[in-house]
Nanobody, 125 residues
Framework: VQLQAFGGGLVQAGDSPTLSCAST????????VGWFRQAPGKERDFVAV????????YYADSVKGRFTVSRDNAKNTVYLQMNSLNPEDTAIYYC???????????????????WGQGTQVTVSS
């Protein structure tokens, strides 16, 4: 599975951009897809995850109520709608694919086998 995240850029505080994570794999629907982010000098943190069917989602407390993850398996794409952005949301955002093995949610990086190149989101105040 190959993943590519895109849609980042320089945005203003309060903006609501949407990131996309596109896959070239034909078995995309067989994977949970998570979003992580890494700010300069900090560790990579979990942001959100969506189940294989899209019926279940889980969010980090820091983004709950502001971010929404969704997917379109017909398009092999997962989306991260980000609302009410603030400068603390500035980071490189990564998407990753993993297979749950009796565990939900997949909220740690080690649970994901495939990673896309990140997309930078910079929020100016």
């Amino acid at each position: 599975v190959q993943l590519q995240a895109f849609g980042g850029g320089l945005v203003q505080a309060g903006d609501s951009p949407t990131l996309s994570c596109a896959s070239t794999g034909r078995t995309f629907s067989g994977y949970c897809v998570g979003w992580f982010r890494q700010a300069p000098g900090k560790e990579r943190d979990f942001v959100a995850v969506i189940s294989r069917s899209g019926g279940n989602t889980y969010y980090a407390d820091s983004v709950k109520g502001r971010f929404t993850v969704s997917r379109d398996n017909a398009k092999n794409t997962v989306y991260l709608q980000m609302n009410s952005l603030n400068p603390e949301d500035t980071a490189i955002y990564y998407c990753a694919a993993g297979v749950p093995r009796g565990n939900w949610p997949l909220s740690t990086a080690r649970e994901y086998a495939y990673w896309g190149q990140g997309t930078q989101v910079t929020v100016s105040s």
